[in-house]
Structure formats: structure tokens, C-alpha cells
């Protein structure tokens, strides 16, 4: 079965959604920028427009400016350009000045700290993200008041980002309990799970050892993603290591009716499963399915076992006999279904190949000879059987077969 990281370590970041508009100079109601700033920012701003992000950042680093408002915005406007320009570690540098000036406006600020955020999350420094992404939901109702222009759903959305961001972040810190908790508020929030946090969520609990509590979880991400074959065999995982057989076979057989695509190893469990359950004709069935089933002496032998036990005699002797061709020993085997079933001609010229086991050999044709009615055959074989090994069982036949030739 497989494991889980590999499932939950590649989640973070999807994208970063910048979203900052740059086509006009911004303006607010509490400031705004210079007329000196205002033009070199107009420039800079048709310069990275027109794919131009060196001569704009050029730009934008020579304007010289005392005013902190000024620079606030400037440094907002370098870090976007320095991040589409591929330029991560300056883009958080000029970012975090944007932020820590304290003098954007409350959507500006909301949203610049939010790429701020985000290019700290791309870079892997979990820590430090965090602390801003528990800043935006902080202040997340302000945003909402100030900012009129966005609408509920915009504010639903970008709530809803950040705290998977939150879970993200909490999770690449193997903070497995925060980031349970995390996706929990997030489910409360949106009221719509989705794979992604699901399995974040489950990727928590598989490193809490919460078994019980994580097949829920995957139960919710199944029926979300019903077709994916590495959700069901996580399940099975589970429901085997909390000992529930019934489940994990219920669960393989719907991969296997769904036609997912099981592999040699997950059938050979199923095999085991139904002959646990006491169904050996189903585990016949299912190791025949796999791909070594006529060549394997381990597959050969347990399927040949579980038709012996289902009773289906034809099947079990043939099995017996495909196996006995790689080991000699199995002739014995077939043998005796073979005398079971009346079949005593066959099984005289089947004993005749098993090496070794002289005694119960000779007690065997013993039988066989007896049924066929051939008395001279059968005592001399039960006579060889008991200068072989004498036994009781040996004698009780000599006994038995000169009293009848005495009878004739």
C-alpha cells in the first residue's frame, strides 16, 4: 500500500494569485502619491506592460523620494515586479517594506500582505508565512468594511484562500494537530470540503496514528474522487490496521468492479481475505486471476489447497498434477482426491510417480486394487506395505484380504 506524503508535499503553493492591478496610478482617500512619484510610477508601469519588468524596476528603483508614503508604494509596486521578473527574494524584500509602513490603506494592505504571504510560502519559509497569513484573518473584517468594491463573495473567496494557506503552512511545519484544526475551520468556513484540504487533513492524522478518526476523511475524499485508485487502497490500509477484515475486502472488491486497476499483490490479499472469511473457491478464483498463477509453485499449491477445500475435486486434482510436474511430491496429492472420487485406475498410474512415502504407497494401491477387485494385487501390495513399516493397518488388510480369497 502505498504511503501519504507523497500525496500532501506538493500542495503548497498552488499559484500565487498576486492580484494587483498597476495600469493606473493609485489613489486614496488618506493619501496619495506625489506628482514627481506619480509620473515615474506611470512609466514604469507602460515599461512592465510592455514586457519591459528590467527598464521598470530600473525606473522605479531611481526615484528618489523622501515622502514614506511614496516609497510604500513603490516598494508594492518593485516587489510585484521583481516577482514577475523571477526575482523572489528581492520581491519579498520590497514587499515587506510595503507592509511594515503601515501606511496603505486597508485593502492595500490586506492584499499586499497576502503576496507577501504567498511568495514566503513559495520560498518554503512556512514560519514566517504564517504569521502573516494569521494577520490577514485578523484584520480580514476591516478589509471587508473599507474596502466597498468587494463583494461578498471576493471576501468569502479570499478568507477561504487564506486559511488553506494556514493549513498549508501548519502542515510543511509537521504541525500535524494546527493543521487538523486548521482544515476543520476551513470546512466550517466554506462548508464545501475539497480533495486538496482533505487531504491535508488526512495526511495529519496518517502522521498522528489516528487511524479511526482518518478513514472518515477518506471516506469524504472517495466520494469526491470515487475513480482515483490511491484513495481506495489508502482505505484499505486503514480498515486493515484497525483489524477490519470485512471492510478491506468489501472495499478491494468494489476496486475491482469499478475496474480501477488492481495489481498481483492487492488481488493475492483478496485471495486471503475470502479464505480467511471461509470462502476457498472465491481465493481459488482470485490467485488464478494473477499473473504467475500457472508457473508460481506457491500459487499453484495454494490454489490447489483452496479447491480442496471448496470440494471441487476436478479443479484440485488438476492443480495438484500442474504442480507435480516441478515437484514430484504433489503426485501424492492427486492421488489421493483420485481414490476419494473412485477414480482407482487413474490414481494406480499416478502413484506410480510419487517418490518416496513407500509404505503409504503401498497401502494406497492396496485400496485401489481392492476396489478394482484385483485381491492378488492388493494383498501383495498390502504384504509389501507391511515389510516396509509393519503397522496395524497393514495387517488389518492381509487379514482381510486372505479371508475373502479364501471365501472364492
Request: no cysteine.
Amino acid at each position: 500500500m502505498i504511503t501519504f506524503n507523497s500525496i500532501v508535499s506538493k500542495l503548497v503553493p498552488v499559484g500565487l494569485a498576486l492580484g494587483i492591478t498597476l495600469v493606473s496610478i493609485p489613489t486614496f482617500a488618506k493619501n496619495e502619491l506625489s506628482r514627481y512619484s506619480a509620473s515615474r510610477v506611470m512609466q514604469a508601469n507602460e515599461l512592465a506592460q510592455n514586457d519591459d519588468l528590467t527598464g521598470a524596476i530600473k525606473v522605479l528603483s531611481d526615484i528618489d523620494t523622501t515622502r514614506q508614503y511614496d516609497q510604500a508604494i513603490i516598494a508594492r509596486m518593485l516587489g510585484v515586479f521583481y516577482w514577475q521578473n523571477g526575482q523572489s527574494s528581492k520581491a519579498i524584500e520590497q514587499i515587506n517594506i510595503a507592509v511594515e509602513s503601515r501606511l496603505l490603506d486597508d485593502g492595500q494592505r490586506w492584499s499586499t500582505e497576502k503576496m507577501l504571504a504567498d511568495l514566503l510560502l513559495s520560498e518554503q519559509r512556512y514560519r514566517e508565512a504564517l504569521t502573516h497569513y494569521q494577520n490577514l484573518l485578523s484584520y480580514s473584517q476591516v478589509f471587508s468594511t473599507v474596502n466597498k468594491d468587494e463583494s461578498d463573495k471576493q471576501l468569502h473567496q479570499s478568507t477561504s484562500d487564506v486559511k488553506l494557506r494556514i493549513a498549508q503552512s501548519h502542515y510543511q511545519l509537521e504541525d500535524w494537530p494546527s493543521s487538523i484544526k486548521a482544515v476543520d475551520n476551513l470546512h466550517k468556513y466554506t462548508r464545501n470540503p475539497n480533495v486538496s484540504t482533505l487531504s491535508i487533513k488526512l495526511g495529519s492524522q496518517l502522521q498522528l496514528s489516528q487511524w479511526k478518526s482518518a478513514i472518515p476523511t477518506i471516506e469524504q475524499i472517495i466520494e469526491l474522487d470515487t475513480k482515483e485508485v490511491k484513495w481506495w487502497r489508502q482505505l484499505v490500509s486503514l480498515q486493515l490496521k484497525l483489524g477490519r477484515e470485512k471492510q478491506a475486502l468489501s472495499s478491494l472488491v468494489l476496486i475491482e468492479q469499478q475496474r480501477l486497476g488492481l495489481n498481483d499483490q492487492e488481488r493475492y490479499l483478496i485471495a486471503q481475505l475470502y479464505a480467511k472469511r471461509g470462502m476457498p473457491e472465491k481465493a481459488a478464483r482470485q490467485i488464478s486471476t494473477l499473473d504467475d498463477a500457472e508457473t508460481d509453485t506457491k500459487l499453484l499449491k495454494q490454489q490447489a489447497s483452496y479447491w480442496q477445500q471448496a470440494k471441487e475435486w476436478n479443479k484440485a486434482t488438476q492443480t495438484w498434477l500442474k504442480l507435480a510436474k516441478v515437484e514430484t511430491e504433489y503426485y501424492w496429492n492427486a492421488a489421493q482426491i483420485m481414490l476419494q472420487e473412485g477414480q482407482y485406475e487413474r490414481a494406480l498410474n499416478t502413484l506410480k510417480n510419487v517418490d518416496g512415502r513407500a509404505e503409504q504407497v503401498a497401502l494406497a494401491k492396496t485400496r485401489a486394487f481392492y476396489k478394482l477387485e484385483r485381491l492378488d494385487d492388493a494383498l501383495y501390495q498390502a504384504k509389501r506395505a507391511n515389510n516396509i513399516e509393519p503397522s496395524n493397518q497393514a495387517n488389518n488388510w492381509i487379514q482381510y484380504l486372505t479371508q475373502l480369497r479364501q471365501m472364492r
